[in-house]
């Protein structure tokens, strides 16, 4: 498997989040499409749906893409409290470790401070402001 990239279900505020994902983690989007982008007499958008993400990328290093959408009202509403799957994100160093978490954790909740793990790591757990769950670390030894 070359690469592996998740993707994250919002209520609408798709944008936003990764607007405040790319200042955490740098670079440009590599694709936006909206609902309205997709519009067609076989495919009709409601004028409240319209500006919404339908897919949004947002490059992680050299090979991997965080994407996301936002939900359709028709489709319901995605439980923000629920243990989603968790982001895990391995950094390049100890220091890029510290500041992604640190960004991600702006506004959110830490779960797990971001120290040294009795594996060997140096590792941290916290789930940001949008409710998404992130595992960030560093393993010296890869």
């Known amino acids: 498997m070359r690469t592996i990239n998740p993707w994250i279900n919002f209520n609408g505020n798709a944008e936003e989040a990764f607007t405040f994902y790319k200042s955490v983690f740098g670079g440009e989007f590599a694709k936006i499409i909206r609902f309205k982008d997709l519009a067609s007499a076989e495919f009709p958008v409601p004028e409240k749906e319209a500006n919404k993400i339908m897919t949004i990328a947002l490059p992680l290093?050299?090979?991997?893409?965080?994407?996301?959408?936002?939900?359709?009202?028709?489709?319901?509403?995605?439980?923000?409290?629920?243990?989603?799957?968790?982001?895990?994100?391995?950094?390049?160093?100890?220091?890029?470790?510290?500041?992604?978490?640190?960004?991600?954790?702006?506004?959110?909740?830490?779960?797990?401070?971001?120290?040294?793990?009795?594996?060997?790591?140096?590792?941290?757990?916290?789930?940001?402001?949008?409710?998404?769950?992130?595992?960030v670390e560093f393993d010296p030894n890869y």
């Open 61 to 135: 290093g050299k090979h991997n893409m965080l994407i996301a959408n936002d939900i359709p009202e028709f489709m319901g509403r995605v439980n923000e409290n629920e243990n989603r799957s968790k982001i895990v994100l391995n950094a390049e160093t100890r220091e890029e470790a510290e500041n992604i978490f640190n960004g991600l954790s702006a506004g959110g909740e830490i779960e797990g401070p971001i120290g040294d793990s009795p594996w060997g790591t140096y590792a941290g757990m916290l789930r940001d402001k949008y409710g998404i769950e992130w595992i």
